[in-house]
């Protein structure tokens, strides 16, 4: 394709978090819109948009390789678009280093993305990374198709500054989305078949808002008023800073069925000098109070989290506080990383790195004992009967796969429909995954 032709096909590839997956939506959609359709799987789109994630330092590398993957065998390179936090962080390296690039969009600005695909089809490339407070949503077409669990990003931002995080830079300030908006939102995704919505943030919990009265709420406010919606199923939130862990949500756990019986509240390391040194402003006592209060008024809730290995000046004994914090808290899932040095960080600067051999044997304990907490909580799971949300079709025929309450994969065999929620037994679990019965009564 030349690029003096408008690009008539699109293909939007996500890397990294949730929010990440829901900005690629509202791309795809943006495309939409301008009468753009889908590339099919394995076939090559007019326009690529690479929204990248910036968290780590492989997710760059794996940007630059993408973008050398997209060169066709005939030499012709598609309309490329680098978005995403990587966009934001190193928009003009980008452009130079790599010049089949003719679009840098951040995170907040790719409400613009269809001005500047016209641009760059007539020639101009172009780079767009304002950050204006959560602007970009008013520019955004109303929702489309969706599938039976669908996210949405009701928070973005973070003032918190960990000593390692790029966010606060690639992301900006906390800003919380209206609640209307939200209200609004979130019919138009159950009208278009969603029955679980999951409320994202960077801080998810540090939502705050104002309801139709003008009473200013919280995250559990939000809660409450999207668990009016009739067809809505399930509710699910994150992530959670402990910091923001206020005891109105905690209590929304025992107080809204809707609400399911899942924290992700990351702790990062169970040594309270290192957190320290992260600046996460809370201790692993602190930790263990928050998750003691939501487990009293939800016996049943899964933990989950995340932690990083090797933070600089972390010592062996400090790591073995993790390990022991894992054992202690009995995780049902977590994400664990080595740590990143990211360039302008706190961190970056810090003495006594912590050489990669280390990290790598760090990481392997941690993953060993995060891997039997996990397989602990789910055979403790076998024997229960729970509901299950059908998301997808398994590998075999008449195989379903959905999510119980736990955010556990289940696997059955049933007459059922995407979407339904069914009444399962648990009856067998491995480390990733659980295989259940349906009770064949429908429950939705
Ligand atoms: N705001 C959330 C919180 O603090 O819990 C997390 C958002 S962050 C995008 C997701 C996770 O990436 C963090 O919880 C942390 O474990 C990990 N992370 C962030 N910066 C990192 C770095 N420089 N190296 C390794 N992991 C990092
Ligand atoms: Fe990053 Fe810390 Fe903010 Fe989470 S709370 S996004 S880890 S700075």
Redesign the pocket.
Do not use: E
């Given at each position: 394709m030349s690029h003096n032709s408008a690009p008539k096909t699109y293909k939007v590839k996500s890397f990294g978090?949730q929010m990440n997956v829901y900005d690629g939506e509202r791309m795809a959609e943006l495309l939409a819109d301008q009468g753009m359709t889908a590339a099919p799987e394995g076939a090559d789109a007019d326009l690529v948009v690479l929204n990248t994630c910036h968290?780590?330092e492989k997710a760059v590398d794996r940007v630059y390789s993408d973008i050398g993957r997209l060169k066709r065998d005939d030499g012709s390179v598609p309309l490329i678009a680098v978005a995403g936090c990587v966009a934001q962080a190193e928009g003009e390296e980008i452009m130079a280093r790599a010049p089949s690039v003719k679009m840098v969009v951040g995170p907040q600005a790719y409400h613009r993305l269809p001005d500047m695909v016209r641009d760059a089809a007539a020639g101009r490339p172009s780079t767009d990374t304002d950050m204006p407070a959560a602007t970009k949503f008013a520019h955004l077409p109303a929702r489309r198709r969706t599938g039976a669990s669908a996210f949405l990003t009701v928070q973005e931002g973070?003032d918190?500054f960990?000593t390692?995080?790029v966010?606060p830079y690639t992301r900006g300030a906390e800003v919380s989305r209206p609640y209307a908006d939200l209200i609004d939102e979130a019919a138009r995704l159950v009208d278009s078949g969603a029955r679980e919505i999951t409320l994202l943030g960077?801080?998810v919990n540090a939502w705050t808002g104002e309801d139709a009265k003008g009473r200013k709420v919280g995250l559990d406010g939000l809660i409450r008023a999207l668990a009016a919606l009739p067809d809505l199923a399930r509710i699910r939130y994150t992530?959670s800073?402990p910091n923001d862990m206020t005891m109105a949500l905690i209590e929304a756990h025992a107080s809204v069925p809707k609400l399911m019986p899942f924290l992700h509240l990351?702790v990062?390391a169970g040594s309270d000098r290192v957190l320290k040194a992260m600046n996460r402003s809370h201790t692993v006592e602190s930790y263990l109070r928050i998750l003691e209060q939501v487990r009293a008024v939800r016996p049943d809730i899964a933990l989950s989290g995340?932690?990083?290995v090797g933070f600089p000046g972390e010592t062996d004994a400090e790591f073995d506080e993790t390990v022991r914090l894992v054992e202690t808290v009995g995780y049902a899932q977590c994400?664990s990383?080595?740590?990143?040095p990211?360039l302008g960080t706190p961190a970056a600067a810090m003495g006594d790195q912590i050489a990669p051999e280390v990290m790598d044997e760090r990481l392997q304990r941690l993953q060993a004992a995060l891997n039997r907490t996990q397989l602990a909580f789910n055979q403790a799971s076998v024997g229960k009967s729970c509901e299950v949300l059908v998301e997808r079709r398994g590998k075999l025929p008449g195989q379903w796969l959905g999510k119980s309450p736990w955010l556990q994969s289940v696997h059955f065999f049933a007459d059922v429909t995407l979407g339904d929620v069914v009444d399962v037994t648990l009856i067998e679990a491995g480390p990733n995954s659980l295989s259940g019965r349906p009770t064949m009564q429908m429950v939705a």
């Open positions: 978090c968290i780590r973070c918190k960990c390692y995080c966010v960077q801080n992530t800073h990351p990062q995340d932690f990083i994400f990383f080595k740590y990143s990211r």
